[in-house]
Structures are given as structure tokens and as C-alpha cells.
């Protein structure tokens, strides 16, 4: 039983449809495996170090007492359990502070993570449930 030329061609293109499909899918769970997480606490950091160079966000709160304050600023990100160092040359947000929640993007040179961008939460009452949740997963409770 031999197939005509027209049939051949639908079957040829139905399985490589197919097969765009599946590439495709395995592309989506992929990209959302790596950008599932928003950030990092200093614990995740600690325990599994980023790759060098590799640009990553590191969360958690400001330590009391460790922000330098200059033309570059110094302030340690902790998550309680492990802090890591982080310098940031610009202007920070108004609502940054010590003991307030932030988000860091940049990466780590040695034991010293460089921020190319710093943010913090946006209003006195809020926290980010990515936030409350990273914590929560390591036992640790935030009380404001």
C-alpha cells in the first residue's frame, strides 16, 4: 500500500509539527526552571555558589548596622542565617534602609556580591510573598 506524493508530504509535515511542538515545550519548562525563582536568599547562595560572572538577584533584608553610605555604598544582604556583602555604586531607593526588605541584582566576585541594581519594597505595610515564602521554606520568621 504506497501513499500518493500529496499524502506523504501532510504526514511529513504533521510530524514535523509535531516535533516543533515538543521542542518547543521542552524550550518553555527549561526557561521557566531557571527564571522560576525570582531571587536567591544568602543561605541558597551559600550552599550552591552562582557560576562566575553569572548575573543572579539576591534577596533578604538589610543588616542592621552594616550600610556604608557614599558615592558607593556597602550593606550586607542576610537572610538570618548567612549574609553576604554587596556594594552598589548610585543612588538607592528612598525606602531603602537597614532591616528593610531588598532585591539585588548583580553578581559575586569573590565573597563580595557587585549590584548593578538595588530595589526595596515599596511601601511600609508590604512585603513580597516571594519574599515571606523564600523564608518560611528555611524556617525562618519574619516579624515585620
Not at 550552599?47 to 533578604?60: D, S
Not at 552598589?88 to 528593610?100: H, M, N, R, S, W
Amino acid at each position: 500500500m504506497s501513499m500518493t506524493p500529496r499524502k506523504a508530504r501532510r504526514v511529513r509535515l504533521v510530524i514535523l509539527g509535531l516535533v516543533l511542538l515538543a521542542a518547543s515545550t521542552v524550550f518553555i519548562i527549561i526557561g521557566i526552571g531557571q527564571g522560576g525563582q525570582f531571587f536567591r536568599l544568602p543561605s541558597e547562595i551559600v550552599e550552591t555558589p552562582p557560576r562566575a560572572g553569572q548575573t543572579i538577584r539576591l534577596g533578604g533584608l538589610v543588616k542592621e548596622g552594616s550600610w556604608e553610605r557614599g558615592d558607593v555604598h556597602f550593606f550586607t544582604v542576610t537572610d538570618t542565617q548567612h549574609d553576604i556583602r554587596v556594594t552598589y555604586t548610585g543612588i538607592v531607593p528612598d525606602l531603602f534602609d537597614e532591616g528593610a526588605d531588598t532585591i539585588v541584582t548583580g553578581h559575586l566576585e569573590g565573597d563580595l556580591f557587585v549590584a548593578d541594581e538595588v530595589l526595596a519594597k515599596h511601601d511600609e505595610e508590604y512585603r513580597p510573598a516571594e519574599l515571606t515564602d523564600a523564608f518560611a521554606e528555611r524556617g525562618i520568621e519574619l516579624t515585620n
